[in-house]
């Protein structure tokens, strides 16, 4: 019995194997399935990339036109301060060329519980304003008196592969407010 087996183990694989041409198996449909799917998969990274491109570069153009808005959807008091959600669609920071339109919450006090205001105005005394293309996208900032005795800092850190943004106000006399949002040009 044990030599009839040996001899099946032995004849099954020679007659599996013949050298006609066969059809294709289910392995090869898959590999070839696999082919072309892989030449969509390339095709779609592409235009991936291609998109991402033309985004960044669209973002790119809206910071170096200085028109452009800064829309935040949270901000919180620094250090480690709460989280708000912005649910105000008219809160933003709004850069035209050399003048800037601000409607922002900001923190004020000295010490804790800060109160929080809304900072509603139009300032053409932009000191200091510089754009600084960075590894990320941009650093914007310029300092500002906002119409009282203490001098405001705002830096606006984008980021081009995403769209997003981080704007920080500090003054010497109040604690940072840091903001996050997008990023939308003016036309």
């Known amino acids: 019995m044990a030599i009839a087996i040996t001899l099946a183990?032995?004849?099954?694989?020679?007659?599996?194997?013949?050298?006609?041409?066969a059809e294709p198996t289910t392995l090869d449909s898959e590999r070839m399935l696999q082919?072309?799917?892989?030449?969509?998969?390339?095709e779609?990274?592409?235009?991936?990339?291609?998109?991402?491109?033309a985004f960044e570069h669209q973002m790119d153009s809206t910071i170096l036109s200085h028109n452009y808005r800064?829309?935040?959807?949270m901000f919180a008091v620094e250090p480690a301060g709460s989280s708000h959600i912005?649910?105000?669609?008219?809160?933003?920071?709004?850069?035209?060329g050399d003048w800037a339109d601000i409607h922002l919450p900001i923190y004020?006090?000295?010490?804790?519980?800060?109160r929080l205001i809304m900072v509603?105005?139009?300032?053409?005394?932009?000191?200091?304003?510089?754009?600084?293309?960075?590894?990320?996208?941009?650093?914007?900032?310029?300092?500002?008196?906002?119409?009282?005795?203490?001098?405001?800092?705002f830096t606006l850190e984008v980021y081009s592969k995403t769209g997003g943004a981080t704007l920080s106000v500090s003054s010497s006399f109040y604690p940072t407010t840091t903001y996050w949002g997008s990023i939308m040009g003016v036309y």
């Open 9 to 21: 183990a032995v004849i099954v694989p020679l007659v599996v194997t013949s050298t006609t041409p």
């Open 35 to 42: 082919r072309e799917l892989s030449a969509k998969h390339q």
């Open 44 to 53: 779609r990274i592409a235009k991936r990339e291609a998109r991402q491109a």
């Open 70 to 73: 800064f829309i935040p959807t």
């Open 86 to 96: 912005v649910t105000n669609p008219s809160v933003e920071l709004a850069i035209y």
């Open 108 to 114: 004020q006090g000295f010490t804790p519980p800060y």
């Open 120 to 153: 509603n105005t139009s300032i053409t005394n932009l000191a200091d304003f510089t754009t600084v293309e960075t590894d990320n996208g941009w650093t914007i900032s310029f300092d500002s008196w906002l119409y009282s005795a203490n001098d405001y800092t």
